[in-house]
């Protein structure tokens, strides 16, 4: 390659069958959720995305017929990309907003959509609820 071409890393979003984007990534993380069909397990789709909401969108969604197979988390760093298994997302709202989200991996968890400056007795009276839970931590746990 010589000094003058450059690469750029893009991501491939789709909000709805055959609606497909580039979009430059940034240093920001994404997810990366398989859909596949409950009939066959044949792969349906992938969503990749760092919208929080689109990710909601997909978990809510009520099709018989597809299922969150896996969800990944992708995090840019110094040293180039971590990719882990989210094992599974809680949401925490405060009087009718959201105010974080908590994506569980093997490495640890990451905290998205934080508000600054929130006090520990503003945290104590959020309400938590479960967004998604990968099946591979239900049968972990079940051992």
């Given amino acids: 390659m010589s000094s003058q071409q450059k690469t750029v890393d893009v991501l491939s979003t789709s909000s709805l069958p055959e609606k497909w984007s580039l979009t430059k990534r940034g240093d920001q993380l994404w997810m990366s959720l398989t859909i596949a069909r409950t009939v066959d397990k044949s792969i349906a789709g992938i969503i990749e995305t760092n919208d929080i909401q689109q990710v909601k969108g997909a978990l809510s969604s009520s099709h018989e017929n597809v299922f969150i197979k896996s969800m990944q988390v992708v995090v840019p760093s ?17 009087e009718g907003s959201v105010v974080f989200h908590h994506l569980r991996t093997i490495f640890g968890v990451i905290q998205i959509d934080s508000k600054v400056g929130l006090a520990p007795d503003q ?7 479960s967004l998604y839970e990968s099946s591979s931590s239900l049968n972990r746990n079940a051992g």
Avoid: P, Q
């Fill in 123 to 129: 945290l104590a009276n959020c309400k938590y609820s």
């Fill in 78 to 94: 110094e040293l180039g990309i971590t990719v882990a298994e989210v094992i599974d997302i809680i949401e925490a709202s405060s």
